[in-house]
């Protein structure tokens, strides 16, 4: 039976057992406060403080999952992104800082009134959620072809009240409808990336794309061009090294495009405005 530890004691522990290094102790904290409920506040302040013998336990079966390579995301059940905590799960992506750009890009746009998003592949909504709370007069609409995903990303914006929901395979369920902003973070990287490797226990739909990873971007390219109202645009995030073949789609599509790069100075999306003749 697991004998009650003080917190001191279970941090040291779960720290030793992940490595030690500073982020192992970040780790380590953090899979505590989840198994305890207890706040990094009051783990800090009271290190004295007993653990009971069912959370040392649970915490140790937290530790072996970590140690065997499930993310911190998936373990805890939240990931923080923009300024809001969301709730993932396997079922979901992880939600990354370089998606961030997408966001700083769209509310950088000018901001003249109401307008109508679609945020497709949503996940765990965060892209569809923080652009709602941003912009209470927009109304945005996210999708995803996963019922469990859309799940999770209900949840998340269960509070905003200018945000739907609609399930659909990118945009074949919209008709008949023009809208102002399309944004989507696709499944882009090569089935046969050797990086996919770090990435197992993640969903591989949300990652994977045939044609060198180029497939789903390039049929959200072409299907977005005829929903877009004057003056719109589409927005995609893409692989470091896709960005000359993604402006060149948009351009064939009948798309102006303009390249950005991300924090780290790596090519990382691109928006597209709608052309007066399409």
């Given at each position: 039976?697991?004998?009650?530890?003080?917190?001191?004691?279970?941090?040291?522990?779960?720290?030793?057992?992940?490595?030690?290094?500073?982020?192992?102790?970040?780790?380590?904290?953090?899979?505590?406060?989840?198994?305890?409920?207890?706040?990094?506040?009051?783990?800090?302040?009271?290190?004295?403080?007993?653990?009971?013998?069912?959370?040392?336990?649970?915490?140790?079966?937290?530790?072996?999952?970590?140690?065997?390579?499930?993310?911190?995301?998936?373990?805890?059940?939240?990931?923080?992104?923009?300024?809001?905590?969301?709730?993932?799960?396997?079922?979901?992506?992880?939600?990354?800082?370089?998606?961030?750009l997408l966001?700083?890009?769209?509310?950088?746009?000018?901001?003249?009134?109401?307008?109508?998003?679609?945020?497709?592949?949503?996940?765990?909504?965060?892209?569809?959620?923080?652009?709602?709370?941003?912009?209470?007069?927009?109304?945005?609409?996210?999708?995803?072809?996963?019922?469990?995903?859309?799940?999770?990303?209900?949840?998340?914006?269960?509070?905003?009240?200018?945000?739907?929901?609609?399930?659909?395979?990118?945009?074949?369920?919209?008709?008949?409808?023009?809208?102002?902003?399309?944004?989507?973070?696709?499944?882009?990287?090569?089935?046969?990336?050797?990086?996919?490797?770090?990435?197992?226990?993640?969903?591989?739909?949300?990652?994977?794309?045939?044609?060198?990873?180029?497939?789903?971007?390039?049929?959200?390219?072409h299907q977005?061009?005829?929903?877009?109202?004057?003056?719109?645009?589409?927005?995609?995030?893409?692989?470091?090294?896709?960005?000359?073949?993604?402006?060149?789609?948009?351009?064939?599509?009948?798309?102006?495009?303009?390249?950005?790069?991300?924090?780290?100075?790596?090519?990382?999306a691109v928006?597209?405005?709608?052309?007066?003749?399409?």
């Open positions: 039976m697991v004998m009650a530890k003080s917190i001191a004691e279970a941090l040291l522990e779960a720290s030793a057992a992940l490595g030690n290094q500073p982020d192992h102790r970040r780790d380590a904290a953090l899979l505590l406060g989840h198994v305890t409920g207890l706040s990094r506040s009051v783990i800090i302040a009271h290190p004295e403080a007993l653990i009971c013998s069912a959370h040392l336990t649970h915490l140790q079966g937290m530790i072996e999952r970590r140690q065997a390579g499930h993310p911190m995301a998936y373990l805890i059940g939240t990931q923080a992104f923009w300024d809001l905590d969301f709730k993932v799960t396997p079922d979901t992506l992880i939600p990354r800082p370089e998606t961030e966001l700083e890009i769209i509310l950088s746009q000018p901001n003249t009134g109401p307008k109508t998003v679609i945020d497709l592949g949503t996940g765990s909504g965060v892209i569809a959620v923080t652009l709602a709370a941003a912009r209470p007069d927009w109304s945005v609409i996210a999708t995803d072809a996963s019922i469990e995903a859309l799940r999770i990303a209900q949840q998340n914006g269960a509070s905003l009240s200018n945000l739907s929901f609609v399930a659909g395979d990118w945009l074949t369920c919209f008709d008949g409808i023009a809208v102002d902003i399309i944004v989507a973070n696709p499944p882009y990287i090569d089935p046969l990336d050797p990086h996919l490797a770090a990435l197992v226990f993640e969903p591989k739909s949300a990652l994977v794309a045939q044609d060198n990873g180029y497939a789903d971007l390039k049929v959200i390219i977005s061009a005829p929903l877009l109202a004057t003056n719109g645009y589409l927005l995609l995030e893409h692989g470091y090294t896709q960005q000359d073949t993604v402006l060149k789609e948009m351009r064939l599509a009948g798309y102006d495009p303009i390249a950005h790069c991300d924090l780290a100075g790596n090519p990382r928006i597209g405005h709608r052309k007066e003749t399409l």
